[in-house]
């Protein structure tokens, strides 16, 4: 079909309608084929590319599943409370508050106001990082020849600046994210050990606590030792559900997890939300 005309790239890009590729939004997210929930509940459903962004944001009690696809997607993920990004994911309070650098089904994923953002519900990999952050421009032009967001070999941080961007916020407000897929531990001299993936399938589900804007940049963990740059694609679903509540195991597994609960619901119910 010929585009050199103006009518020619309209009836081209018309005729792309219902076409699909392996890296995609699906809109609307309730014609995903097999949704996790009811059909009317799904509302985002995606599959991202290696090397690319996404970013949404989400009602409090949402619940996000993130899915390796291939087995080598690594989602750098950033957090904050939506309409008040001052309030954001912390990562060393996440480790500090819970005694615990290793994220799985149960961890909370901690602001600076002693309030959770996300739960961790499900965890079937159990290999990811709240330790390295992501990658960087320099880094990644010093290993692959370049880290701008349009080449080969985009970095995490340049990526999640665009996301940031498209939330009406700035570079100075990205602090470091969590990774999920790829995962490192701690030696006892105090190295850290790149452990790599669990593989194909594994999957990651986070629990919205209060309203959220979500980012995400899928890319190479910046300690993969591999010398291409690799990063698969990454499925991201979400659907409607309830936060957690009194009542639930996740409320007193822990007396930190249960004080920062705690200071969730007294502010958001301060603030009109119970």
């Known amino acids: 079909m010929a585009t050199a005309t103006t009518y020619g790239a309209r009836d081209h890009a018309r005729a792309q309608q219902g076409a699909h590729a392996e890296a995609m939004p699906v809109v609307p997210a309730t014609d995903w084929p097999a949704p996790p929930c009811e059909a ?12 690319n ?7 409090r009690g949402t619940e996000l599943r993130l899915t390796d696809v291939k087995g080598d997607a690594c989602a750098h993920v950033l957090l904050y409370a939506d309409g008040r990004p001052w309030e954001r994911l912390n990562t060393a309070d996440t ?15 901690l602001s600076d106001q002693g309030r959770v953002l996300a739960t961790v519900i499900a965890d079937t990999g159990g290999r990811h990082d709240a330790l390295c952050g992501t990658s960087t421009l320099v880094r990644n032009t010093d290993r ?39 995962g490192v531990e701690v030696r006892d001299d105090g190295v850290l050990d790149f452990t790599g993936s669990a593989g194909p399938a594994a999957s990651v589900t986070l629990r919205a606590e209060q309203d959220l804007i979500v980012l995400i940049a899928n890319v190479p963990h910046p300690l993969d030792p591999r010398p291409d740059y690799t990063s698969t694609p990454l499925e991201v679903l979400a659907w409607r559900a309830a936060p957690t509540r009194p009542g639930d195991w996740l409320w007193d597994a822990s007396p930190e997890g249960r004080r920062a609960y705690l ?7 301060a603030r009109g939300q119970s």
Do not use: C, M
């Open 40 to 51: 009317g509940h799904l509302v985002w459903a995606e599959t991202v590319a290696g090397g």
């Open 53 to 59: 962004y996404t970013h949404r944001v989400l009602a």
């Open 95 to 109: 480790v500090k508050v819970q005694w615990n650098a290793y994220l799985r089904a149960g961890a909370l994923l």
């Open 144 to 182: 692959y020849g370049d880290g701008t967001p349009q080449s080969a070999s985009p970095a995490g941080r340049e990526l999640l600046k665009l996301a940031a961007l498209k939330n009406g916020l700035e570079p100075r407000d990205l602090p470091p994210s969590i990774s999920f897929f790829q």
């Open 263 to 269: 200071n969730t619901a007294e502010f958001l119910t």
